[in-house]
């Protein structure tokens, strides 16, 4: 007999679309704020040399004339709506410059989000409950900590890429490239999945010793217990910190690595970032700031409800 659908707790669920909707507003009056008090968009797009007529002209242009609050309301009801307009340096729609970016970099960050969250929990698994393994992987994870994403990087170009050939050293695949589209992003992901697996596999030993270490595992340990059961139920216990840390990477997927663009010249949405705010351009800069708030808002209630499902003490917590 099938257990009971547990109730659905809708007040606390009225109590994450307020914190999503009021993180949404935050973030576009934040992007707003830095651009109008930090610098002014029209001197920086014509540099030093032009004359308080121009700027006032291209200001007037821009829209910068209006009051500060005027123009605070109007842009975050355009954030919240998706709204960005056009990209003041290049004249197209910055929500379309956004997606045409985001494809470049999901296509490495997403395959290397993956293999690196399944390495690093079955990593920290095999940490938790073996010695010499904790000591190997704990050595390995501070190499890779405390060595700059840039050295990574052109060290796994040279070795890999270089020297044995295995991948392209950098480029995207485009009309007419010599080599399949795949074998462009593969060493990038890879890249990604390292770094990633660093700190994560510690957190993951961390979260499972915690949990094989409990008391009522002992006690069924006590009873005699198979281990494998033991494990099961540790397993369950750490899904939540495990989901939670799923969760925060989930904004590293979107933006991606500025690092790994760069070097590997791939056009994405991490190299678009820091090219639009050398550019002053606010409408950019705002769609991708507002969009991997929202994708991180959303990734998060998913996590929240995945550990609300498996995990009856948040169930009994939100009804409380």
Same mark, same amino acid.
């Given at each position: 007999?099938?257990?009971?659908?547990?109730?659905i707790?809708?007040p606390?669920?009225?109590? %994450?679309l307020?914190?999503?909707? @009021?993180?949404?507003?935050?973030?576009?009056a934040?992007?707003?704020?830095?651009?109008?008090?930090?610098?002014?968009?029209?001197? +920086?797009r014509?540099? %030093?040399?032009?004359?308080?007529? @121009?700027?006032?002209?291209?200001? =007037?242009?821009? #829209?910068?004339?209006?009051?500060?609050g005027?123009?605070?309301?109007e842009?975050? @009801? %355009?954030?919240?709506?998706?709204?960005?307009?056009p990209?003041?340096a290049r004249?197209?729609?910055?929500?379309?410059?956004?997606?045409?970016?985001?494809g470049?970099?999901?296509?490495? /960050?997403?395959?290397?989000?993956?293999?690196?969250?399944?390495a690093?929990?079955?990593g920290g698994?095999?940490a938790?409950r073996?010695?010499?393994?904790?000591?190997?992987?704990?050595?390995?994870?501070?190499?890779?900590?405390?060595?700059?994403?840039?050295?990574?990087?052109?060290?796994?170009?040279?070795v890999?890429?270089?020297?044995?050939?295995w991948?392209?050293?950098?480029?995207?695949p485009?009309a007419?490239?010599?080599?399949?589209?795949?074998?462009?992003?593969? +060493?990038?992901?890879?890249?990604?999945?390292?770094?990633?697996?660093?700190?994560? $596999?510690?957190?993951?030993?961390?979260?499972?010793?915690?949990?094989? &270490?409990?008391?009522?595992?002992? #006690?069924?340990?006590a009873?005699?217990?198979?281990?494998?059961?033991?494990?099961?139920?540790? +397993?369950?216990?750490?899904v939540?910190?495990?989901?939670? %840390?799923?969760?925060?990477?989930?904004?590293h997927v979107?933006?991606?690595?500025?690092?790994?663009?760069? +070097?590997?010249?791939?056009?994405?949405?991490?190299?678009?970032l820091? /090219? =639009?705010?050398?550019?002053?351009? /606010?409408?950019? $800069?705002? &769609?991708?700031?507002?969009?991997? =708030?929202?994708?991180t808002?959303?990734?998060?209630?998913?996590? !929240?409800g995945?550990?609300?499902?498996? !995990?009856?003490?948040?169930?009994?917590? !939100?009804?409380?």
């Open positions: 007999m099938s257990s009971p659908r547990p109730p707790p809708w606390a669920v009225l109590r %994450r307020v914190v999503a909707a @009021a993180s949404l507003v935050l973030v576009a934040l992007v707003f704020a830095t651009f109008e008090w930090l610098a002014d968009p029209a001197a +920086l014509l540099g %030093r040399g032009a004359s308080p007529e @121009a700027r006032e002209a291209l200001r =007037a242009a821009m #829209g910068l004339d209006r009051s500060f005027t123009r605070l309301l842009h975050v @009801a %355009r954030a919240i709506t998706f709204d960005f307009g990209s003041q004249g197209e729609p910055a929500g379309a410059l956004m997606l045409q970016a985001l470049p970099t999901l296509a490495y /960050a997403l395959p290397g989000w993956l293999l690196g969250t399944a690093a929990v079955l698994l095999a938790a073996r010695r010499g393994v904790d000591r190997a992987l704990s050595g390995l994870s501070t190499a890779v900590i405390s060595t700059s994403s840039v050295i990574v990087v052109v060290l796994a170009q040279h890999l890429a270089h020297r044995l050939g991948f392209p050293v950098l480029g995207w485009l007419g490239a010599g080599a399949s589209p795949l074998a462009y992003v593969m +060493l990038p992901a890879l890249v990604w999945a390292l770094l990633q697996w660093g700190p994560d $596999v510690r957190h993951y030993r961390a979260v499972f010793e915690r949990e094989l &270490a409990a008391p009522h595992l002992d #006690g069924l340990r009873r005699g217990v198979p281990e494998r059961r033991a494990l099961r139920h540790a +397993l369950r216990a750490a939540g910190p495990i989901v939670a %840390r799923v969760g925060q990477r989930l904004s979107v933006v991606g690595s500025v690092v790994i663009e760069e +070097l590997f010249n791939i056009p994405g949405l991490g190299a678009l820091v /090219a =639009a705010i050398h550019e002053a351009d /606010a409408a950019l $800069v705002q &769609a991708i700031a507002v969009a991997t =708030a929202a994708v808002i959303a990734g998060q209630a998913l996590c !929240d995945v550990v609300w499902l498996v !995990d009856p003490r948040v169930r009994r917590r !939100d009804v409380a």
